[in-house]
Each structure stands twice: as structure tokens, then as C-alpha cells.
Nanobody, 123 residues
Framework: QVQLVESGGGLVQAGASLRLSCAGS????????MGWFRQAPGKEREFVAT????????NYADSVKGRFTISRDNPKNTVYLQMNRLKPEDTAVYYC????????????????WGQGTQVTVSS
């Protein structure tokens, strides 16, 4: 079992940066692929980024590629999402997730979810 707690969200202006953190607990964290998803008001939750168990392979949604970076620190049981050049359309609740999948592009592949952290980007 993995428990996940996100932090680092907030209100920023367009063009600013934020770094989200997701602290995990449980012995399976380092064996889990980690992902970030987001859900804007009135929209379905969507994939943002994913990282493999040892942090070598990453994948990003086209909408964030080149602006967001996912990373992980397994000894600290933490995964990060560095978000640069934020846009108003990045406004959403951001969730981290953990799963045993080898791909990780769909939320159905993840078994554990955090409670989410709000990111609001003003224009």
C-alpha cells in the first residue's frame, strides 16, 4: 500500500514557476511508477507526466512538454513536478498517483492517489 500527499500548489501569475511535491509512504514507493494528473473545473482528469521506477524514463502530455519536468527521489519517497512558464490553462487540481504499470499514460493504470493540490494561474 502507498499513501500519497501532494503539496506546493498555489496562486501565481502567468509565466511564473511552481514545484509540486508528492510525499509517499509505504514500502512499495520505489517499486511504483509515479504519475501526475490534473483536473480543471468542468473537465475530466487528464494525464500530465509520468516517471519510471528508477527515474530513467519520463513521458509528458504535449500541452506541458518543454515546460514541466517530473523527477523523483526514491530515498526520500518523493516525486516532484517542476512547472515553468505557467499558463492560465494550467489551472487545475493536480494529483499524484502510484502504480505497478510499465506505461502510465492512463489514470486507470494507477492504484493509489493523493488528495490533490490546487494550482491557479492568473493572466
Amino acid at each position: 500500500q502507498v499513501q500519497l500527499v501532494e503539496s506546493g500548489g498555489g496562486l501565481v501569475q502567468a509565466g511564473a514557476s511552481l514545484r509540486l511535491s508528492c510525499a509517499g509512504s509505504g514500502r512499495t514507493f520505489s517499486n511504483s511508477r509515479m504519475g501526475w494528473f490534473r483536473q480543471a473545473p468542468g473537465k475530466e482528469r487528464e494525464f500530465v507526466a509520468t516517471i519510471s521506477r528508477v527515474g530513467i524514463i519520463t513521458n509528458y502530455a504535449d500541452s506541458v512538454k518543454g515546460r514541466f519536468t517530473i523527477s523523483r527521489d526514491n530515498p526520500k519517497n518523493t516525486v516532484y513536478l517542476q512547472m515553468n512558464r505557467l499558463k492560465p490553462e494550467d489551472t487545475a487540481v493536480y494529483y499524484c498517483a502510484a502504480g505497478a504499470t510499465r506505461v502510465g499514460l492512463s489514470q486507470r493504470e494507477y492504484d493509489y492517489w493523493g488528495q490533490g493540490t490546487q494550482v491557479t494561474v492568473s493572466s
